[in-house]
């Protein structure tokens, strides 16, 4: 199993990036996605998720209006676009598989986002 996150960077503030997450290793289209992220000396916060099944979306108030997941179940990949990015969006950010029947979840190594001018 192996997610594996791609697409962070430093970018200014306002500006965007596209974070990707590519799984292997198991039934993608069944598990529930999601993006958390930690930022030093901070506990590890949930940004967004995205339905198996229904496709339904979820959003931290933090990031809601600004940030869209999305996903590809074709290509076993989940999205994170991310526009007007702010300083406090600096972090390190996750990619979690989450499948609810058996509650087995997966994590990616984590991508960094630095927002700074």
């Known amino acids: 199993v192996q997610l594996v996150e791609s697409g962070g960077g430093l970018v200014q503030p306002g500006g965007s990036l596209r974070l990707s997450c590519a799984a292997s290793?198991?039934?993608?289209?069944?598990?529930?996605m999601s993006w958390y992220r930690q930022a030093p000396g901070q506990e590890r916060e949930f940004v967004a998720a995205?339905?198996?099944?229904?496709?339904?979306?979820n959003y931290a108030g933090s990031v809601k209006g600004r940030f869209t997941i999305s996903r590809d179940n074709a290509k076993s990949t989940v999205y994170l676009q991310m526009n007007s990015l702010k300083p406090e969006d600096t972090a390190v950010y996750y990619c979690?598989?989450?499948?609810?029947?058996?509650?087995?979840?997966?994590w990616g190594q984590g991508t960094q986002v630095t927002v700074s001018s």
């Open positions: 995205i339905g198996s099944i229904s496709g339904g979306k």
């Open positions: 290793g198991f039934s993608f289209s069944n598990y529930d």
């Open positions: 979690r598989a989450y499948y609810y029947l058996t509650s087995r979840n997966y």
